[in-house]
């Protein structure tokens, strides 16, 4: 699907109308399941996300020892069938669905305070329901509220979004720079490119991006994926743009969560 | 001591096994004995005999520990259960037991507590064919310690099973690097026939506690991997100490 | 709380830095809690229930105050910060924080309801919707034949015949290990196998304290017995603080309670798993405090005595006054009107 | 059952006290890799790769098949990993570790999504006809930095390779053996390679190549794809502790560096294979050529 990002240097506006440091909307729920211990409901633009939590609560025992004292994560997403443009049944063993779910385990356990529920089991099922970009971003963030409804002491909030780059030269469909071009020469006609926050689903497939996940409206990185090939000199442009996106998804979530607490403290 | 190289399924020839009119001859791992008088090896290795105690057994490096009973081993707490520790030996073998009250002084008030991956260096008390291995960490007879118990700080090498035996054997397994490097460097040392050895580098974890325990478990590391002979060892031991 | 269909909203702006609630994070410990709860010479620790705190947030800097459960220190820091999502409570210098929602922690003393979900050698593991399986071991129950029997070798291999897996039963936690496993007991003819009931449960209900809404609240009675109308008998409900809930008909003891002859009152039968017969009538009405449990949890109240007996009067009287053309079914906008009958009755 | 090796406690404190004080078991700096020994099989593209006590082996291997009827211009190339029992106690036969997906995953990204390897010079006649270009990647023996030796031997072994060389002439496909033509080496674009640094003290101290026991005790890890263009291929940071951003530009940055040494190391490698076999190549066609003509009559 070719995308026309040249018209993006007349306006500086995106495809959907935003400027490069705009987030697309997020609304979001927290309690929305009455029959989970934690739950969420996560918007990020058109990407939908269906987040519960059981937990901690003592599952099977795996393996038999004890795991080091710290309670065990376990991860699982399902994609519904229609989420995405085409319509299609993704099967148990799919790797990139496991490394989806293997990067949210991973990013949890160190950001949750576990040492106090050795033996027992939080488990996090995470339903897509509608994709368009930034998917692993949307999941993290929806896990997080799930995860604070369900009342889990954590560090901070994890907070995730992506920021791309304008610059073509290294997008997959683009035409591969030969090997003998050297680093120097092709920079002159980057200079105008510029970094681009929370990409929708036709920028991610047409643009370099990365996936960032923060502690909080700390700039320390828990998450950081990127999957697409880019000069190492947008790097540091990308993660300085997508940090600072953390920052402001931080307090969009937060203030959900404030919302949500006021009217159960007004109510009871 | 002689030494002869056998294969599995050689027959023994008469003239090494020992012959003492008194004393039942012992086989030891890797001989079988196939009545009336045929000894066979199951294991390929050099033979070796101690006509003192009147015993044969073969010799070889390689393959996995496997616990035979009053083996000194290093091994590690997996957690505790009822009144037993569970230990891991080697990771290839079912955990085996230790009772908490199997170390020195030890009663229900005052034995030690240890945590799951603490190092203990024990004795197999029984390793019997059908059931759990049972550890001690004393002499049952006198209730005396004898060196036995939980392995405080220092650091966990891991060399061949064969090399291990060397090192008890010390020189006369061939191994000289201890006694080399404890010429220069205070360290102390526990061996476990599991290929395990455990080195400390005395009071502090002061730079030169570390580096002189690196320093020990490279030079062992590298005897067991290059198989040296003295005059290398101590060729090793001059380069390290050099190095310090 | 089902997922809501939004109209379309103006999009938010941008500049969520300047949001209202940023203002909260800016807590000031003098202003909002005080010291009130030291100066008065209050015994009762005082929350801070309007103020809500959520995970990273500062709570204090001052060193004076003491790191309690939902808080924790940061690394290299002495700041408090909040874990949870949740209220401040105070006890002395000591600081904790309640989160709204949480699974149940067990503590010393609780009526629970759980259900048997293994059974060992010498005792049987239990869900109590902790993070743990509670235990209750075979010394924990009063075994027939007098509580002073002793615990034989028959008992361990019989242990089925007591509890079996599947099997449900109110205890009180006896004691919590350090790692929060709860060991349970029933040696009490309070306590013991439950039947001729209906079970329910009620999630997010732990956490502790005042903060908890929309469950049930740790109160002086937890078991109290209705007598309801419509020919229904009376009921026993059992509010269990884990958030379990058991409603069952009133079965008089078949003996008189005496100090002395309590030991005989412990026959096999306490231990059957058979249903007494149950009118239709007392179906009914079990079936109705079951919905007016479900309805004030679903409107954000607090379960207790008082409000399950307000709100099955209300419902009683709207039943009356009404056509049945709803049945009894208590669920959406009927049992709202309930919830807001009773709180403003 | 064998199961997991888990380092004790004592060894976790002295590793951890150890690298505090800048100190490491094997004497290394700390952003010193192991000697990347490369050896190759008789075939091409059999590699066997080397780092320290880690060890594996890389192989590749094509056939010709029909194309996915949705890339009609491609070629297929699958990546398939194997971890063999007697690299650690804790790989089973059959059951895929948690490992080996990470791994397959980041090779796929690392060489597959960055278009390292032209997949459309392996198209022979669109939708009909293609090359099925398969790399299997064992790993024999596991002390650590897994990521690095396997991306570092797929590369190697993919530049070593050299399909057969075919003629279309129209609807017709003729493929030679390697003894009628001099098989093609694969067009590669650029050659990315892995670098992962463990991160201890949140992230004050990294290690590159750190080994199996290193591994266990660090809190994170990063994984950084570069080329030596300065190009980054892929990112990867699975949760672990969180570190400064800043960290992660300054370690991309000391990745390009590693990566241009270990470019250097298997160029140099790949180049002495290449003469070693360039004699015996030509000794090899004068043979083939001899033996043709006698061959004939019975032919």
């Given amino acids: ?268 | 001591m002689e030494t002869t190289p056998v294969l599995p399924g050689d027959i023994l020839p008469s003239e090494l096994i020992p012959h003492s009119t008194n004393k039942a001859v012992k086989l030891g791992p890797g001989l079988r004995h196939i009545p009336p008088s045929t000894v066979k090896a199951t294991i390929s290795g050099t033979v070796t005999s101690d006509l003192r105690k009147n015993a044969i057994w073969i010799e070889y490096n390689g393959g996995r520990y496997i616990p035979t009973p009053s083996d000194l081993i290093i091994a590690q707490i997996l957690r505790s259960a009822g009144e037993h520790y569970t230990v891991q030996i080697t990771p290839h073998y079912p955990p085996a037991l230790l009772p908490h009250l199997s170390f020195e002084g030890a009663t229900k008030k005052t034995r030690p507590q240890l945590k799951p991956g603490d190092l203990i260096y024990a004795r197999i008390a029984a390793a019997p064919k059908h059931a759990d291995i049972e550890l001690e960490c004393f002499n049952s007879q006198t209730g005396k310690g004898e060196g036995l118990g939980p392995l405080k700080g220092g650091m966990c090498f891991d060399v061949s099973v064969g090399f291990a035996r060397e090192v008890i054997k010390g020189r006369r397994g061939g191994v000289v690097v201890l006694e080399e490097l404890s010429e220069k460097l205070g360290f102390e040392v526990a061996v476990g026939r599991n290929g395990r050895l455990w080195v400390e580098g005395g009071e502090g974890e002061r730079s030169g506690g570390l580096k002189h325990v690196i320093a020990v478990g490279r030079c062992l590391q590298v005897c067991d991997e290059k198989g040296l002979d003295e005059r290398g060892q101590r060729e090793l031991v001059r380069q390290v100490l050099k190095g310090l | 709380m089902p997922i809501s269909i939004l109209p379309p909203a103006p999009a938010p702006s941008i500049s969520y830095g300047a949001d209202p609630s940023d203002s909260d994070d800016d807590f000031d410990l003098d202003g909002d809690i005080d010291m009130e709860g030291t100066s008065r010479g209050l015994k009762r620790p005082r929350t801070s229930q309007r103020h809500i705190v959520t995970p990273g947030e500062l709570v204090t800097d001052d060193t004076q105050w003491m790191r309690g459960h939902g808080a924790y220190h940061p690394p290299d820091s002495t700041a408090i910060h909040s874990s949870v999502f949740g209220t401040i409570l105070k006890t002395n210098k000591l600081l904790s924080i309640i989160p709204l929602r949480a699974r149940y922690t067990p503590e010393i003393g609780d009526l629970v309801i759980g259900r048997i979900i293994e059974v060992q050698q010498r005792r049987w593991k239990v869900e109590v919707a902790a993070p743990l399986l509670a235990s209750l071991p075979l010394s924990g129950i009063n075994l027939p034949g007098g509580a002073l029997r002793r615990r034989t070798a028959v008992d361990e291999l019989n242990i089925r015949n007591f509890f079996t897996e599947g099997d449900l039963l109110v205890a009180e936690v006896q004691s919590v290990y350090e790692s929060g496993q709860a060991t349970l007991h029933t040696r009490s003819t309070k306590y013991g196998k439950l039947r001729n009931g209906f079970f329910m449960s009620v999630s997010g209900a732990g956490g502790g304290g005042l903060a908890r809404k929309g469950g049930i609240a740790r109160s002086r009675r937890q078991v109290f017995t209705l007598s309801t109308g419509r020919g229904g008998g009376d009921i026993d409900v059992i509010l269990g603080v884990n958030g379990f809930i058991w409603i069952a008909k009133h079965v008089k003891p078949k003996m008189e309670e005496g100090p002395n002859r309590l030991e005989e009152s412990v026959s096999m039968d306490v231990y059957s798993s058979q249903n007494n017969d149950i009118g239709v009538e007392t179906r009914r009405e079990i079936a109705r405090v079951a919905g007016v449990i479900r309805a004030l949890v679903e409107g954000g109240r607090r379960v207790d005595e008082e409000m399950v007996v307000k709100a099955y009067e209300v419902s009683l009287e709207m039943e009356e006054g009404m056509d049945v053309e709803g049945g009894d079914f208590l669920g959406g906008e009927k049992g709202r009107r309930v919830v807001e009958a009773v709180m403003s009755g | 059952m064998p199961r997991e090796v888990e380092l004790s406690n004592n060894e976790r404190d002295f590793i951890l006290g150890a690298l505090r004080q800048g100190l490491r078991l094997d004497g290394r700096g700390q952003d010193v890799y192991r000697e990347l020994e490369i050896s190759f099989g008789e075939e091409y593209g059999v590699v066997d790769v080397r780092l320290g006590k880690t060890r594996i082996v890389a192989r590749i291997s094509c056939e010709v098949v029909a194309p996915y009827p949705d890339r009609k211009f491609d070629g297929v190339f699958v990546i398939s990993t194997e971890f063999s029992p007697m690299a650690s106690p804790a790989f089973e036969v059959g059951r895929q570790n948690q490992d080996e997906i990470i791994l397959s995953r980041i090779l796929e990204k690392a060489i597959r999504r960055s278009s390292a390897l032209d997949t459309e010079s392996l198209c022979i006649i669109a939708g009909s006809k293609c090359f099925s270009l398969r790399a299997d990647i064992h790993v024999l023996d596991h002390d650590g930095n897994l990521i690095d030796t396997a991306c570092a031997g797929l590369v190697t072994a993919l530049q070593h390779f050299k399909r057969p060389d075919v003629e279309v002439q129209g609807e017709k496909v003729t493929i030679f053996t390697a003894r009628e033509r001099e098989p093609v080496p694969l067009s590669m674009l650029h050659h990315p390679l892995c670098v992962t640094f463990s991160y201890y003290d949140g992230g004050q101290i990294a290690l590159l190549d750190a080994t199996f026991a290193e591994e266990q005790v660090r809190e994170g890890e990063i994984i950084v794809t570069m080329n030596r263009n300065g190009e980054v291929c892929q990112i990867a940071k699975y949760g672990g502790v969180a570190v400064d951003a800043l960290a992660i530009l300054s370690w991309t940055n000391m990745a390009l560096v590693k990566v241009q040494a270990m470019t250097k190391v298997i160029q140099a490698r790949l180049k002495e294979d290449a003469e070693r076999r360039d004699k015996d190549g030509i000794a090899a066609e004068l043979r083939a050529d001899n033996d043709r003509p006698s061959e004939r009559p019975h032919g």
Wanted: proline share 3%; with cysteine.
């Fill in chain 1, 1 to 268: 699907m070719p995308l026309d990002t040249s018209s993006y240097s007349l306006a500086l506006l995106r495809l959907d109308g935003r400027r490069w440091n705009e987030l697309r909307r997020i609304h979001a729920q927290i309690s929305t399941q009455a029959a989970v211990d934690g739950s969420s409901y996560l918007e990020m633009g058109n990407t939908k996300i269906i987040c519960t939590v059981t937990g901690p609560a003592e599952g099977r025992r795996v393996g038999g020892g004890g795991s080091g004292g710290e309670a065990t994560i376990q991860v699982e997403i399902s994609v519904a069938g229609f989420s995405g443009v085409d319509r299609k049944k993704s099967g148990r063993g799919d790797r990139r669905i496991f490394e989806l779910s293997y990067t949210i385990e991973q990013a949890v356990q160190t950001t949750l305070h576990t040492q106090n529920y050795s033996g027992s089991t939080i488990s996090i099922n995470l339903h897509v329901l509608t994709q368009d970009g930034s998917l692993l971003a949307a999941l993290i963030n929806a896990a997080t509220l799930a995860l604070i409804d369900a009342g889990v002491p954590m560090s901070d909030y994890l907070c995730a979004c992506t920021a791309g780059s304008t610059t073509n030269t290294a997008s997959s469909k683009g035409a591969p720079r030969p090997q003998a071009a050297l680093p120097g020469l092709s920079s002159l006609d980057e200079e105008a490119d510029d970094p681009l926050l929370d990409l929708n689903g036709l920028e991610e497939q047409e643009l370099p991006f990365l996936t960032v996940g923060t502690l909080g409206a700390s700039e320390k990185v828990v998450v950081c994926i990127m999957e697409t090939r880019v000069q190492a000199t947008r790097l540091e442009e990308m993660l300085a743009v997508g940090v600072d996106g953390c920052k402001r998804v931080r307090s969009i979530m937060d203030s959900v969560v404030r919302d949500h607490g006021k009217r159960m403290v007004d109510e009871g």
